[in-house]
């Protein structure tokens, strides 16, 4: 394939991130592990926020010999207790953050919607709303560690077709009221990160703390693995075929790393990030960039960005937004 890939120039990947910490969610498996192990291998110390706790320490056996350190901490996106209580220790223990990585996400594969346990859709309840309420509550510790980053990892599916392009639904954020498409419902909260990275940049702009939203590639991960048997079989056949136009995990976190350590992201706060991509539908998009314009208007409609966070607000219980004084 003579598709070229974007990835960190020299001087990135060889800063010295020693004495800075950093939390990436779903640290323990494909794009989120691959961020952490080159955080790491920079002398970084991070913090693999993971719903398994034995997954991410297994994982982190392969960081063995690195010049950095890490940790294992429990959390489930999937559970706003479980955010809340992430936080309170992570804070209780660490008194900087110089960058999140909200990496999680997933795809959910049957026909009928699933829930979180604090009934949101779960597509949108992880990959969203929990590292909404996981990104409030750590501004503060951000703000104190400025400058510091947080890149937010979205997906091409954002972008859709000139036929088709996804928006949010801010009478129906958790899809009650609509027939569950989910890969319709992927894409909608993956619009819902980008309008997110652009609100925060807009809020936080002047603090030190900036916001990224990215598309990390089309990841050889585990992405999608927990379907049915006759799409699990579907996906392990187009596996082999799928190397040609794929990337591996490390190409995948190519886009976070540069977000996270790049000193011209820095100049671009509340930008979509791409890594160089097949998938997009729109041609002129397939290049990637860093950063570049997502060619879905729906995703840089900033009253929609305004209105989708207020709302968010309400959806994980926090009373006022925690506006920069
Ligand atoms: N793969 C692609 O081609 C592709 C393309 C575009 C965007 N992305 C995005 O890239 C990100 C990383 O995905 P990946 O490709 O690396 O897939 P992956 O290998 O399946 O990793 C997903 C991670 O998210 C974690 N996760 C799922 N639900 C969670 C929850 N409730 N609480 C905490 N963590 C949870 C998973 O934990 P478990 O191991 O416990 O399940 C896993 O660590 C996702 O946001 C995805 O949407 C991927």
């Not at 004495?19 to 192990?37: F, H, P």
């Not at 050889?220 to 579907?234: C, H, T, W």
């Not at 995990?249 to 990030?273: P, R, W």
């Not at 900033?302 to 004084?325: F, H």
Request: hydrophobic share 35%; glycine share 8%.
């Amino acid at each position: 394939m003579l598709r070229k890939r974007l990835s960190l120039d020299e001087a990135t990947r060889s800063k010295d991130l020693s004495g800075k910490t950093y939390i990436v969610t779903g640290a323990n498996s494909g794009v989120g592990l691959e961020t952490t192990r080159q955080l790491v291998r920079q002398g970084g110390h991070v913090v693999l926020a993971c719903r398994r706790i034995d997954a991410a320490e297994e994982a982190a056996r392969s960081f063995s010999g690195l010049k950095g350190s890490h940790e294992a901490m429990r959390l489930d996106l999937a559970d706003l207790q479980s955010v809340r209580d992430f936080v309170a220790e992570f804070t209780a223990n660490h008194d900087r953050l110089d960058g999140l990585a909200c990496n999680a996400g997933l795809v959910s594969m049957g026909r009928e919607p699933e829930y979180t346990k604090d009934g949101l859709e779960m597509t949108i309840g992880v990959s969203y709303f929990g590292h909404f309420l996981l990104t409030e509550l750590l501004l503060d510790t951000l703000r104190a560690s400025a400058p510091s980053r947080m890149a937010i990892v979205s997906s091409v599916v954002h972008a859709g077709s000139d036929k088709n392009r996804p928006n949010v639904d801010l009478d129906d954020l958790n899809n009650r009221r609509r027939e569950f498409r989910n890969f319709a419902a992927y894409a909608e909260a993956k619009v819902a990160t980008v309008l997110y990275a652009k609100e925060l940049a807009e809020r936080l702009d002047g603090t030190g703390v900036t916001v990224f939203s990215l598309h990390p590639g089309w990841a050889r991960s585990n992405f999608g693995s927990g379907g049915s048997l006759p799409i699990r079989v579907a996906m392990a056949v187009m596996r082999p075929l799928s190397r040609l136009v794929s990337d591996s995990n490390e190409e995948s976190a190519q886009t976070t790393l540069h977000c996270l350590l790049s000193d011209t992201a820095a100049n671009h706060s509340g930008a979509y990030f791409s890594q160089s991509s097949v998938l997009y539908r729109d041609k002129q998009c397939r290049q990637g960039g860093w950063p570049m314009e997502t060619p879905n208007p729906n995703a840089k409609n900033m009253e929609t960005a305004r209105r989708l966070v207020d709302l968010s607000y309400d959806v994980v219980g926090l009373s006022t937004p925690n506006k920069p004084v």
